[in-house]
């Protein structure tokens, strides 16, 4: 579209001021780093959270948790994960960081209600070569696939290997991993059909601010209109 088209489009529109609705609105370009960080974060919600497992040059299991994190594709499959700073300094790189670079496998194991706690022992700034799966009393299967091994407590892991890396930020990077198997807990899913028991899984989100999670127990179905 030309930039005059741009323009006939957006005349059609509220000019702020008459809308009803008032906004606050920031200018993203303008405002510390961790004040960008806490609105954004503030308002992507929920996020579904990965605790993800990979392994480094030495055989130790890294295992922390993710909620920069989704599906962004399904043929092929791939899911998304965003890395950032380590704890307290801007350039420090995080254990999955330096495990997925520059590629690398990971599993994805999605966090329900029963393994909150440890999850949150995982995301706790071990120094690097700790064991987050003993430290939190996690049991590490073996993948199909992967070097990184499957939490057995989780309802679902998604088996990953890297695809794509790409450099955000002097410490932040998006990683894209093609899923190459699922293991899902045998009661949530019935096999012929392929089909999900979605109300089964009790999944829990990352929400708002510091330590504010969902449960996704209150859920509603609307169908799609034809
Ligand atoms: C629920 C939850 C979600 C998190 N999501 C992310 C995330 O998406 N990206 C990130 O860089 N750190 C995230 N963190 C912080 C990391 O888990 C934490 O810094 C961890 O210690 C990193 O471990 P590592 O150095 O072993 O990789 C999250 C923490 C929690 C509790």
New binding site residues.
Partial sequence: MTSSGADQGRSRFLRRGQARKKNMIFDLTEIPARSVYKLLLGVVVPRP?ALVTTMDDQGRV?C??????NLVSSDPPIVAL???P??GDANAL????RNLDPAGDFVCNLVDEPMAEK??VC???FPAGTS?LERSGLTPHCGVKTRAPVVAESPASLECEVTTTIRLGPASKLVLGRVTHLHVRDDLVEPTRHHIHGEKLRLIA?MHGSGWYARTSDLFQMARLR
Avoid: L
Avoid at 64 to 69: E, I, K, L, N
Avoid at 94 to 97: A, L, R, V
């Fill in positions: 959270i890294n922390a948790p993710f909620s920069f994190f965003g890395i950032g380590g704890e995080k254990d999955t960081w999850m949150n995301a706790f700034p987050e990352r």
